[in-house]
């Protein structure tokens, strides 16, 4: 039916409507999807008063099937301008607001006004005037909102709602028209919502068919009624399975670094939708100039999206990450290839390192960065120059928004405040304000949470980080730990500020919790907020371990950076394969847009209470950079771990493995009771070593000459 609909239109109303398109590219394109031409003419830059000769004249060349819906829109927009104009006799009120684009709350904003006037003619007196006592305003992203109140608005609804509400060039002219006479109740606005007749003459939203393809940069210039020009890159030109042709774009974002939307409703544009910003159908045009930085990504995103047009579509379901806005990024330079090996010092884990480095992993700034904050080895110092090397070294960039944070703009602005404020935060630890006193304890792996072991007050941080090395004298502590305590604490600073120190005094990090004396544009905490897909050299039923404790193996089951492919390969059949393949891509994508360090983990199963009896468990969890091969022979309590690896690797049968695992607990528990019998009873080995050796029998001697 559309194309009968399209061939009801003759070539001369074609161009009519087409002429309000500025891209010939794109009328060229649209000339054969004019299947309803009305609303093309309703929603365009063109007066209202040009509208409407424009549907008059369009209404000649027309077949029938086409000539009630624009007679509708006819009938709708004579009927508005009527009343406009004739106002002052129905005892309404027209009220002027000069309107501009507000950078921070990225809408419209009410610069001046409202001005009231009761009649069309003052109205126009009124801006004429205003322009006259303004003239040096920029008018460029400024335009009259003008709202018509009759007295039914004004005095029987219980909120003051227009009837109608025009938007109007600096100099007055009528350009769009919001009709809300018809929604007035919910019932109305719900009939009426789809075919949005309230927006006719305005944003109508009505579908856009163009010739643009993935990676084209389109440049949208709806001055005075929208912020501009705008600029978008095409992720996919056929996402809506209804429309088809229809443009999923991307553009920046203040809050999220990238947005993504629908360049036909506007919902990729980096602020509120508004009736009056005009759609993009009327300017968008494809542009190969320069961009502003906050575009800068789309010069490389281009490229990738032109070489492989479905990298648009994975894009947009979150099947690769754009956490740093470098997707198709060039060779690394001489400098990023020379602190490479610097930075994967900073891995705590060597099977990872020596995988990075064997695949010639190419970092990027913000994966770099998070590998330095996450170090457990590093001191402060050394991350601190860690980070300051690669500003030096690698290329600035943008990092979208996660979770409930905002995107980080300049990743380098953002780690020079990160140094700052550790430099700030130690600084006021260490600063003795009379106010604070000062603890320290052993802060070892085995000895934390133990009660009483507290040293302190001391009066300054000086006198207590002397006098660690007199009380710990010989217990050879491998973390120290210094509190800061408020004498008389407030609500605001209740807590314990902590600073970490090594074996040798080195501060590992800072904790000062006063956040109350921070900004916000960048703190360490939030890397906590970052999320990456680092590989790693690990395969399910590996037996690893998490570093922050080393000595419980555990075999691996799954990574949160794998996807259903890889869930696949790594596991045999069965239940927990099956519910893992069918969530992994969906929870990889979302981790992908919205997750943050929490999520990246591995898991999988342990032994745990082995000092006290072999219980066998699964669900230990350790972050993903802490996960390092388990390099060390099994104890007996734990061998079922080697039982478990062949049962994931699909080479041990169910049955097989609970006979192993009967085995396994039998044999550890024999074992500690043998060593409870040496224990106790060991001055008896050397008068009767059978007890403690089966190998030895009693009964044989050199001598013996057998029954």
Not at 304 to 322: A, F, I, N, T
Not at 372 to 401: F, Y
Not at 431 to 459: H, N
Request: hydrophobic share 35%.
């Amino acid at each position: 039916m559309n194309n009968q609909i399209n061939d009801s239109i003759s070539d001369t109303g074609k161009d009519l409507v087409l002429s309000c398109i500025k891209s010939q590219e794109l009328r060229d394109h649209m000339r054969k999807y004019l299947y309803w031409p009305a609303p093309i003419i309703a929603g365009s830059l063109e007066t209202l008063d040009e509208k409407r000769t424009m549907l008059e004249r369009l209404h000649k060349e027309v077949s029938p099937e086409l000539v009630e819906d624009i007679d509708s829109h006819l009938a709708q927009l004579n009927s508005a301008l009527d009343m406009l104009h004739n106002i002052e006799r129905d005892r309404g009120i027209l009220l002027l607001h000069v309107m501009v684009y507000n950078e921070e709350e990225r809408d419209a904003d009410a610069l001046d006004g409202p001005f009231p006037t009761a009649s069309w003619d003052a109205a126009q007196a009124l801006m004429k005037r205003y322009i006259e006592e303004y003239p040096d305003d920029d008018w460029s992203e400024s335009y009259w909102k003008i709202n018509l109140y009759t007295s039914e608005d004004l005095h029987e609804h219980q909120t003051a709602q227009p009837s109608l509400s025009f938007a109007a060039t600096k100099d007055g002219e009528l350009i769009f028209l919001r009709d809300l006479r018809n929604h007035r109740t919910r019932k109305s606005h719900v009939e009426s919502v789809w075919q949005n007749e309230s927006r006719r003459f305005c944003d109508s939203n009505e579908p856009i068919y163009t010739p643009w393809v993935p990676g084209d940069i389109l440049k949208i210039d709806g001055r005075p009624f929208d912020h501009g020009p705008r600029f978008a890159i095409v992720l996919e030109n056929d996402y809506e399975h209804t429309l088809r042709g229809q443009i999923w774009c991307a553009g920046p974002s203040k809050d999220r670094g990238v947005k993504e939307g629908s360049l036909s409703s506007g919902t990729y544009r980096d602020s509120l939708l508004d009736a009056f910003a005009p759609s993009t159908l009327y300017t968008a045009e494809r542009y190969t100039g320069d961009l502003p930085d906050d575009c800068a990504f789309m010069l490389e995103l281009s490229q990738k999206l032109h070489d492989d047009p479905d990298y648009g579509k994975q894009w947009s379901e979150g099947s690769v990450g754009h956490d740093c806005l470098q997707p198709y990024r060039k060779p690394a330079n001489q400098s990023e290839l020379d602190i490479r090996s610097d930075i994967f010092e900073f891995l705590d884990s060597r099977s990872i390192k020596e995988h990075l480095q064997r695949i010639n992993y190419e970092l990027t700034t913000p994966v770099a960065a998070f590998i330095v904050n996450c170090s457990h080895k590093a001191t402060l110092q050394q991350k601190l120059e860690g980070w300051q090397k690669i500003i030096d070294n690698m290329p600035n960039c943008t990092m979208s928004r996660r979770n409930d944070t905002v995107n980080i703009p300049d990743f380098h602005a953002f780690l020079r405040n990160v140094i700052k404020q550790e430099h700030r935060k130690l600084a006021h630890f260490k600063l003795t304000d009379g106010l604070s006193l000062y603890f320290f304890d052993d802060y070892s792996w085995d000895r934390r949470g133990q009660v009483g072991c507290l040293y302190g007050p001391y009066s300054s941080y000086q006198k207590c980080f002397d006098a660690i090395w007199k009380e710990l004298d010989g217990d050879d502590p491998k973390a120290i730990r210094i509190t800061r305590r408020p004498i008389d604490p407030d609500e605001d600073h209740y807590a314990d500020d902590m600073v970490l120190l090594n074996a040798n005094g080195e501060v590992m990090s800072c904790d000062y919790r006063n956040k109350s004396e921070w900004d916000e544009a960048g703190t360490a905490s939030d890397f906590e907020d970052m999320w990456f897909d680092i590989p790693t050299p690990f395969h399910a039923g590996d037996i690893v371990c998490n570093l922050q404790r080393p000595d419980e193996p555990m075999v691996l089951f799954d990574l949160q950076t794998w996807g259903s492919e890889r869930a696949d390969k790594e596991l045999a059949s069965s239940v927990y394969k099956e519910r893992l393949v069918q969530k992994a891509d969906k929870l990889l994508r979302w981790h992908r847009y919205d997750g943050d360090a929490s999520d990246m983990y591995a898991y999988g199963c342990q032994v745990s209470s082995a000092l006290h009896f072999p219980f066998y468990i699964g669900e230990p969890e350790g972050f993903l950079l802490d996960i390092d091969y388990y390099r060390k022979p099994l104890k007996s309590e734990e061998r079922i771990l080697y039982g478990i690896r062949a049962y994931v690797k699909g080479d041990l049968a169910v049955d097989s493995l609970a006979a192993m695992a009967s085995a396994n607990e039998l044999q550890a528990l024999a074992e500690k009771k043998a060593r409870g019998f040496e224990d106790a009873d060991g001055w008896l080995k050397d008068r009767y070593p059978e007890l403690f050796d089966a190998t030895i029998d009693p009964l044989l001697k050199e001598d013996s000459t057998g029954c």
